[in-house]
Structure formats: C-alpha cells, structure tokens
C-alpha cells in the first residue's frame, strides 16, 4: 500500500506560481505512472496532467497546456507539478495519484491517492 503526500499549495494572486509536490511513502514509486487531478467545489475530478514512470513522457489537459509542468525525482519518490500563469479558474483541491496502468487520464483507473492540497488563485 503506497501513500502519496501532497503539499504545496496555497493563496496566490493570478499570474502567479506554485510548486506541488508530492511524496510517496514507497520506493515503488519509480515503477508507477503517476497523475495529477483537481476537484473546484460543486464540480468532478478533472485530470490535469500524467507522467510515465521514468519520466519518459507527460500529457497534459488541454486548458493547462503550456502553462504546467509535472515531472519526478524518482530518486526522491517525489512527484512534481510547477504551475505559472495561474488564473482563478485554477482554484480546486489538487490530487496526485498512482497507477500500475501507464500513463491514463481517467481518475478510475488510478490505484492510490493522496489527501489533496488546496490552491486558491485570487484575482
């Protein structure tokens, strides 16, 4: 069982940067497909962005290409998510999750996941 810590986040005015990590609990991390995802209130889990295990490859969703970026520190069991140019849309509760099923987009085919960091972006 891999638990995933997320932090990171925090009240940002728009236009600005944050910096997500989150640290997974086991060195199986480097064998794990890794994801991003996002909840606003009243509102689904969104995808945001997924890397492949070896950092070989990341997709992202449409509205944040270009202005994130996910990456990891296997060595670290770290998985990242850089975010400039934030807007206010961007608000929601961040989530990292892991899958054994390579690098997917819906959140049902994630196997673990963490508690989630909130971002507030202000206009």
């Known amino acids: 069982q891999m638990q995933l810590v997320e932090s990171g986040g925090g009240l940002v005015q728009a236009g600005g940067s944050l910096r997500l990590s989150c640290a997974a609990s086991?060195?199986?991390?480097?064998?794990?497909?890794m994801g991003w995802f996002r909840q606003a209130p009243g509102k689904e889990r969104e995808f945001v962005a997924t890397?492949?295990?070896?950092?070989?490859?990341?997709y992202y969703a449409t509205f944040v290409k270009g202005r994130f970026t996910v990456s990891r520190d296997n060595a670290e069991n770290t998985l990242y998510l850089q975010m400039n140019g934030l807007k206010p849309e961007d608000t929601a509760v961040y989530y990292c999750?892991?899958?054994?099923?390579?690098?997917?987009?819906?959140?049902?085919?994630?196997?673990?996941w963490g508690q989630g960091t909130q971002v507030t972006v202000s206009s």
């Open positions: 999750a892991a899958t054994v099923r390579g690098s997917v987009t819906r959140a049902a085919e994630y196997d673990y």
């Open positions: 890397i492949t295990w070896n950092g070989g490859a990341s």
């Open positions: 086991h060195s199986t991390f480097s064998t794990y497909a």
